[in-house]
């Protein structure tokens, strides 16, 4: 049974910084080019849009232009964890943070991802 577990969320004032953590049971992150984690958000009466994702294959990141130059995603397989480090906190920032894998696709769009965590609040105010 595959499940995903976030922390870190939080409350900060703008321009402070949070980092997101994502561990992974029973997914085998890395065991084909394909497989991908990803961090996405749902901000209040917004659906829900991608953030940034990272690949297991040569490790290759992808962010949204609102995410770009501020926040970093990256991995630590050894502990199955996927973080997300998020500078410069803007107001419009606060929603729900959701850790998403899956195997492949068009890594912003939510359909790729088959497994979803619970999510972390954000509060940037």
């Known amino acids: 049974q595959v499940q995903l577990v976030e922390s870190g969320g939080g409350s900060v004032q703008p321009g402070g910084q949070l980092k997101l953590s994502c561990v992974s049971s029973?997914?085998?992150?890395?065991?084909?080019?394909?497989?991908?984690m990803a961090w996405f958000r749902q901000l209040p009466g917004k659906e829900r849009e991608a953030v940034a994702s990272?690949?297991?294959?040569?490790?290759?990141?992808y962010y949204a232009d609102s995410a770009k130059g501020r926040f970093t995603i990256s991995q630590d397989n050894a502990k199955n964890t996927v973080y997300l480090q998020m500078n410069s906190l803007k107001p419009e920032g606060t929603g729900m943070y959701y850790c998403?894998?899956?195997?492949?696709?068009?890594?912003?769009?939510?359909?790729?991802?088959?497994?979803w965590g619970q999510g972390t609040q954000v509060t940037v105010s």
């Open positions: 029973g997914y085998v992150y890395n065991s084909w080019s394909g497989s991908c």
């Open positions: 998403g894998a899956g195997d492949g696709g068009v890594w912003s769009t939510p359909e790729s991802y088959k497994y």
């Open positions: 990272i690949f297991s294959a040569g490790g290759s990141t």
